[in-house]
């Protein structure tokens, strides 16, 4: 598959699957019918993403970043029947600021947003995650799960908000900030794969477990 | 083989193995029984350097070294092999790069794809699993009796000198029971491991016979005899072993 460049503030997509690479710092995304965008590229350039999934759309967010210092803030427009599957896979050696707003406006919305991040060197994590659930809205599911694996010393800070203004929504959320599973490590050592490439085994397992075969694929690459 | 002498365990500063000793001679199958907390899983565990555990005096000694110092991976490429209770699961792994990885990390030498998927087909089909396993996660989203077939893929596939079955039989219905037993022998009979057994089920025997029982109490052991101990034990229970009735042999 081709990958496009985006250097403009404005792109629709129709019912494809793209491997984009953002270069421009503001970018407003409309999405109709069902869509897969891959940004794999660890790409600093992007600061403000605006996506809007239109009714009865789907939007697969799959983003990966491993050198980059991200300063980056995305927010998500979904309307009536629209669905968001957001992967947001971290590798932190410097400073990366993240900050994601969803909005469901109407009924019969799913809306699940994973990110994965691991620490190391001189890197942190700074992300603040806002669901936003509207009044008089029916049917809505909101999940957000933030991981952070800590491998050095620095703190990490993240601020999950659900912010729900009707009774008829089903919503949870998850954060950990942990180190590598000791248990894990010692299963892997058991099979005679030593502490060092074991932890690298398990760092990236960690990250892969967001995406899909054709995705890791393409960061293993 | 494998001698333990006078060993001393701590975790969580509680003694869990006390002065205990063990000899298991090349191609030996050896069980050690025991009620439960016993400490029956702490041998399997220390065998393999888990660092929940501390020794605190006495030696392991595999074929003539002492290997106290050794870590994990290092015991491992000596042949030491545990297949836990309840196996680690590990999301985002696949099994065929676990052990492409584990068998490089062993040999030092680059895996031959080809033949590498030949042997593994060859194994799935022995342990009655489909060929996807070998491209599924590590014991990720398995039943019980799936991961024990899991750990005896990655077994054959490793080829250890030295296995530890850590309660084999737990979480396997009476048809997986079978087919994992089964295995176990057959793969007694090809390569010749030293085996130990950890179990509180006597059916396990019937499979793999042991050379010899030791009974475990406290992190003692209390009684080494024959076979002959399982048939007390399916007709008495552990208690006939009690400390002040027993004879200690070490």
Redo the contacts between chains.
């Keep these: 598959m081709n990958k496009i460049i985006i250097e403009n503030d404005y792109i629709s997509f129709d019912d494809e699957e793209v491997d984009v690479q953002f270069n421009t710092q503001n970018l407003t995304i409309d999405i109709t019918n069902n869509v897969v965008i891959n940004e794999l590229n660890d790409c600093n350039i992007i600061q403000k993403l605006l996506i809007n999934i239109h009714d009865n759309s789907t939007l697969t967010l799959n983003i990966f970043n491993q050198k980059a210092s991200l300063n980056l803030d995305i927010e998500i427009n979904i309307y009536d029947n629209g669905k968001f599957y957001g992967n947001i896979g971290l590798i932190a050696n410097t400073e990366n600021h993240l900050n994601v707003t969803t909005n469901m406006f109407k009924d019969n919305i799913e809306n699940i947003l994973n990110i994965k991040g691991i620490s190391k060197k001189d890197g942190y994590f700074n992300i603040k995650v806002d669901g936003n659930v509207q009044k008089n809205t029916y049917n809505n599911m909101m999940k957000e799960s933030i991981k952070i694996l800590n491998l050095n010393a620095k703190e990490n800070k993240i601020l999950p908000n659900m912010l729900v203004a009707t009774n008829e929504v089903k919503a949870d959320h998850f954060v950990t900030i942990s180190n590598i599973s ?3 490590l ?10 060092n ?2 932890s690298k ?2 760092e ?6 967001l995406y899909d075969e054709k995705v890791k694929k393409i960061i293993d690459k | 083989m494998l001698k333990i002498k006078d060993l001393t365990v701590v975790a969580d500063n509680k003694i869990i193995l006390n002065k205990l000793n063990l000899d298991i001679e090349t191609g030996k199958i050896w069980a050690i029984m025991g009620p439960n907390g016993v400490g029956k899983s702490t041998i399997c565990k220390v065998l393999l350097k888990d660092p929940n555990y501390l020794i605190k005096q006495g030696s392991i000694i595999y074929n003539g070294k002492i290997i106290n110092d050794l870590s994990t991976d290092q015991r491992a490429k000596l042949g030491l092999f545990l297949i836990a209770q309840t196996p680690t699961a590990i999301d985002g792994v696949q099994n065929s790069e676990m052990l492409r990885m584990a068998i490089a990390n062993r040999t030092g030498k680059a895996v031959d794809i080809l033949s590498f998927h030949k042997e593994i087909k060859e194994v799935c089909q022995k342990l009655d699993i489909p060929n996807d396993f070998i491209h599924r996660d590590i014991n990720a989203g398995m039943s019980g009796g799936e991961r024990k077939k899991n750990e005896l893929m990655h077994l054959w596939m490793l080829k250890p000198e030295f296995i530890i079955l850590d309660e084999i039989d737990s979480g396997l219905d009476v048809d997986a029971f079978k087919i994992v037993m089964k295995s176990l022998k057959d793969y007694y009979k090809k390569y010749h491991p030293s085996i130990l057994i950890i179990t509180h089920n006597t059916k396990v025997f019937k499979y793999l016979k042991p050379d010899g029982i030791s009974i475990l109490e406290d992190g003692k052991i209390i009684k080494t005899g024959t076979e002959e101990l399982a048939n007390i034990i399916d007709e008495n229970g552990f208690e006939a072993f009690k400390v002040s009735e027993s004879v200690t042999h070490e």
Excluded: V
Aim: proline share 4%.
């Design positions: 000791e248990p894990e010692f299963y892997l050592m058991s099979k005679g794969i030593n502490r490439l074991a085994i398990l990236k397992a960690f990250i892969f477990s």
